[in-house]
């Protein structure tokens, strides 16, 4: 905006900043928060006509329902954002789970330890396949998905072995509650706000969009594409594991019968939090709003109450489609330039 | 998948399908509100939620949904709330969260999982809300973590039909075992009760082959017919629900066999099963019966008046043969 | 002493031999041309220099040490900043984040300091005459602005050697002289710079030495001020000096072909679209050339893509041969006998992964298919004609675009447009990023093409190229329509001036 | 698989193997699988055991085909398993009006799918990974709701008689399939929409700027996706000779999307390869077969698939040309 140039070099670029700034602006704008547009209106739709939904109890009980798929969702939008997709979160949050169970009779460090190293290195198996040997992620997860499914039946004599979480304080940290919410939804918070800075401030997320926005640029510019690459599904990992041991200590055992289909929510939140499945553009802001979106069609579905489960099904994916496009026509209303 | 599904007409006939319960032995554990610490409710006025774990799209499902949803009718529950978890476990969990959190004062679970429920109890008993649990028991205290479990033994399900198994078969021979879904606590003990009983009376049947079908027709066939291909010789197939076990009886036509070639026994006891047996495919079939809800509201309205109700409530379970099969086909469900 | 040498290169790819020991030697201080045809090698050149590609054989020495470099960054590191011919910046981020990309400033936390990045960014763009809000996107930038950010980004770190893969082809002539401007201060501090570019007289202008490649080998290294224009096309072409002497700068004739009494085959009446177009307007008759002249982002390439149903508009009127296209859409104007060459080649041209077959039939399937099946003998006899016409070098009608050098990509898109039969030609950029042999086959083929009675119009960054090309030439300013130049008026001096005055009424 | 030579300058042998294993590697694969079971598993020699295989591969390749097409424009279509359950779901209802008029509902009930995922596609935009989400999740809930939740056995015999009879010895099934693979390698290569679906996966842009229809072919590609998938739908029905809309083509768009890619198409767009897509399908029916017949568990089963999947996909990936 700011007009420094010398007066002696002309200014080269002469367009109109002022409309042009401003139409980015705005699109930027209701491309990040559109989700957060929609999920306001629901709220609002939600809390006119449902009394059960107004309760405090049940804003806390959204929210830590919320939180694995929160953290799943965010490790998904680092992965997205550099053009890639991470379809083995949900056998990673199961075994994780699993895995946090098992490992609780050594204590809450090594519930956390364990599933961390495993999912974490799964990841990392991911992440150098994609960015070392150029197979399309959406493969390479698949098979993961397949890999760490058939892990965790491995480990828990085909699923029909049910870990119990032996220690205390992970118990506790699963059902326990700071201010009246969640402990979980504490430690989500705080992750999701290291992810939002991480992002936005450090090079890394610099790193991670301009691998998404154009990963030839991106190297020919001196970025550590491949690192990077290798860096997000090690993360992706590290937090479906992590939400499959917080998801352990809440339900006090290592479930096997989970996360079937949990990729595909957290794609959705993802993509309808703004974030472009082509990479190199998308928020975390976003994802929230997202994550939060789903949760709440869920509940409310709910309060309509005794609805059959495939009419349940079929509101869920209408739902789901008015959201996205309701959203995409909020962005494009601005694109026609 | 659910682990029983089956084939056309849902709806009870109170009749010909009702639950009867295993008579209890005298020193079985029973509750009483005084226990439970609850307080004294008029069910009619109260607050109920019942969660359905697996979709309404099989008989067994929409049997038992029916059934507690009529019952509730039939009783004058004016505020009965149901969900169903669509066999997501997660949401099985902030379904009953959430209701807990709208104030119900009773809960009917049909679980998903006989494990993870600590978050539910954490909550439900700070609301001292009795939770009747139905067709699959949660590992945890009964009247203190929940009240009663009302459902079938499903491991005594398996020694039964093992026991049908080894009748029909002569006692000799290889039999291949059509598994439920992974990870399922039905299918775990549907098996190993069947594994048990089989080792213990009939020492010469071979269990040679094991591969699940998750509780699906279609997986049935398939794995049966691949096991026709690998396995030519084999004598009995047992299909841990009826559905797998029907699968399988089209892969024994497709592969050419004649009924009775090869004997088919499994649990669930719908018509399309007790069918089969009619029909000279199947030999046996060992029933699980949905219809919970009149066992449940009794065990309740008993609870509230302050009367003792056992910790554990098993039903019986009737069994289909060629005997008995075309006379009771009316019962099956 | 050298700064960087290369000795008996070689880099082979399938089927190709991209460079055949190709040695060079960069001093300091130097601005070294690295000229050659399309596909002579030059970018490979480039990119083996900086870690992008390993050489297949062959040694690299820099400041007169051994030197090897895994990855860009590697070269980047030591010294060797590049500006790459094809992408090389981000466009979905912003400016200052692409200026900094990999060397953000941080603060006393070690997190990004996105204002003093921001202000710096200014600070730096300011010197290189741009001047815009550095949080926009980079992708909403005019081209020239964008190959600016890069030029800043790549001089900005201390780097020793400079290197520069046509710099220029997307440049105003009042931004090349920015650029050597800043060529010349890096010159002056003993900064080493390669520079590649297919305009002979950028390279007279600024260049020291020069190294020609042909067909991935070398073929003359030596003083640029040495060698004689003639002589460099003819060692650059592999043809001799006294052919390559009777044609002049451009291939066009410079005779107007148009007639003057016609009725105009394309009409376009007061084209509006929002911010971008404002009332655009005027004709072209068959057999003549209009050039649309005007500064990046004037609107040039807006108007033609309206014209093609591409481009979103407001209002306006579009008549072909005196029929009116309501509602343009690509589809309906390829109908009424459009046919729109895009500006960028790559990203709204070619299909790059289908055969150089595919690609010249994809406009016109129907017509070479009976029921919805294609008929192959059809494909092949118009297949076969433009490539023949056209030129097209490629190993068989089957290789994938993708494969060509960019002068022959263009020609294949030019082979797909006239397989439309199209009434009306609309050319953005032919000539962009191709050598000047193929540019001379372009240029004559557009000649030849309106000689035929088709409608053209022609958009080009290259004054002397749309001067000596067209017979009118609209000149456009903010989208709006600020002039035209006719008969003897068609100058490049004239052009300028239109250009300059209005600019300067406005404001 | 036959491991790559590596060798530190490319000789023409190398090249020309890495120049061909992309493209055979699944063949070969294949055969590798078969020479093993004909050595280690009983009874695989034999034609009731091919047979039976193709019987159980062949609605996958079906679906596969659609798929194939659908990735060829750059898209993805996740509801095919909710076609099939809606096929399904209609059949009992209208085979009272006769084989022709079900096989025709269950048809058109595709075509309804597939054509709300290409408008949303095409023309709302959206990507197709979400655009088909919505019906992945609504359609087999629809599906189910129409079916009132029940499994219907199916008694029709002209009906049944697609699902097992035979034709020349070979069941009916088959040949459909394999019309179907001819139909669409046809289409592909020499009709003006197949190679508009290449154009427009390769360059979306340049196919619009081009003056292709684009959102016509592309609402066409859903659609025809759609069809194949109900077509599918149909046979399996006919197969397991019942229809039970919650559990028919549970889980088979990750099926169909490896077929696809195993068989060497690239998710990328702008390439189909129609008879790598059956090889594909067809060496993983081969590799859960193998699995079966040695009676390992699903955890060994699910682990040597992500294995294989990892290795075919590796050997065929497109080296980065440009
Ligand atoms: N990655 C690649 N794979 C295969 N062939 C390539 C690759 N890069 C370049 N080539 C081929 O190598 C030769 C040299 O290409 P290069 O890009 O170096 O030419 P150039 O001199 O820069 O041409 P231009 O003036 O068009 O930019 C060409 O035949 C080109 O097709
Ligand atoms: N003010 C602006 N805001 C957003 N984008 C702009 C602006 N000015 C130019 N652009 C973009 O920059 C590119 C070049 O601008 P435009 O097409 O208007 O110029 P032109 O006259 O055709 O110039 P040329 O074809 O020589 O690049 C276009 O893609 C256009 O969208
Ligand atoms: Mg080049
Ligand atoms: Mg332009």
Redesign the pocket.
Known sequence: MTNISGPETPAI?A???R??ERTDRIVGTVQRQGALAVLIVVLVIALASFPNFRSFDNAATILVAAAPPMLIALGMTFVIITGGIDLSVGSLYVLGGVLAAWASQYGILAAFLLPLAVCGAIGLANGLLIAYTRMAPFIVTLAALLGARGLMRAISSEGSNTYLVQSDALRKLGNGSFLDIGYQVWLVAALVVIGMVVLARTRFGSSIYAVGGSEDAASLMGVPVRRTKVWVYVLSGLLAGLAGAINAAKLGSGVTVLGTGMELDAIAAVVIGGTLLTGGAGTIAGTIAGVLLLGVIQNLINQVGNLNSNWQQVISGTFLALVVVAQTYLVRLRRVT | KSEDSDTASSGTAPSAGAQVVQSASADAATCTLEQFGGTKIDLKTAKVGFSQSEKEANPFRIAETQSIKDEAGKLGITQLTTTNANSQFNKQISDVEQMIDSGVQLLVIAPLNSDGWDSVFAKASAKKIPIVTIDRKINATPCKDYLTFIGSDFAEQGKRAADEMAKAMGNKGKVAILLGAPGNNVTTLRTSGFKDQIAKVAPDIQVVFEQTGNFAREEGQKVTEQLLQSNPDINGIYGENDEMALGAITALKGAGKKAGDVKVVSIDGTKGAVQAIVDGWASAVIESNPRFGPLAFETATKFFAGEPVGQDIIIQDRQYGTDNAKADISAAY | MALLEVADVSKIFPGVRALDSVSFTLQPGEVHALVGENGAGKSTLIKVLTGVYQPDGGELRYQDQPAQFGTPMDAQRAGISTIYQEVNLVPLMTVAQNLFLGREPRNSFGMIDRGRMDREAREVLAGYGVTTDVRRQLG??????QQMVALARAVMIDAKVVIMDEPTS?L?PREVQTLFGVIRDLHAKGIGIIYVSHRLDELYEICDAVTILRDGKLVHTGKLAELERIKLVSLMLGRDMAEVRREGATAFSGEGTGDESAAPVLRVRELNSR??LHDVTFDVRPGEVVG?G???????????KAIGGAYHLDSGEIEVDGKELKKPTPVRAVKAGIAVQP?DRKAEGIVPGLSVRENIALAVLPRVSRGGFVSDSKIDEIVDRYMKRLRIKASSPDQAVGDLSGGNQQKVLLARLLATDPKVLLL??PTRGIDVGAKAEVQSLIDELAGEGLGVVL?S?DAEELVEGSDRVVV?RD?VVVGTLTGTEVTTEDLMSTIATEAHREH | MSTETVATRPTLDTARLKAWLPKYGVYAAIVLLVVYNIFFTPYFATWSNLRIQLIQVAPIVIVALGMALVIGTEGIDLSVGSVMALAAAFIPLYLGYGVVAAIIVALLAGVAVGFINGVLVAKVGLQPIVATLALFVGGRGLAVVISEGKLVDIRNSDFLYLGSGDLLGIPVLVWIAAALVLVVGFVVRRTVFGRRLLAIGGNRPAAELAGLPVKRVLIMVYVVCAVLASIAGLLSVARIQSSDASSVGLLIELSAITAVVVGGTPLTGGKVRVLGTVAGAMLMQLVIATMIKHNLQPSTTEMVQAVIILIAVYVARERKTR
């Open positions: 670029v367009e109109d900043v409309k042009a | 909403t930038l005019a081209l020239g602005a997307s105003e911010h971008k649309l005007g500064l990046l982002g004037a609107g040039r390439s807006e108007t033609i500006e953005d950029e958009v960054s456009l989208g």
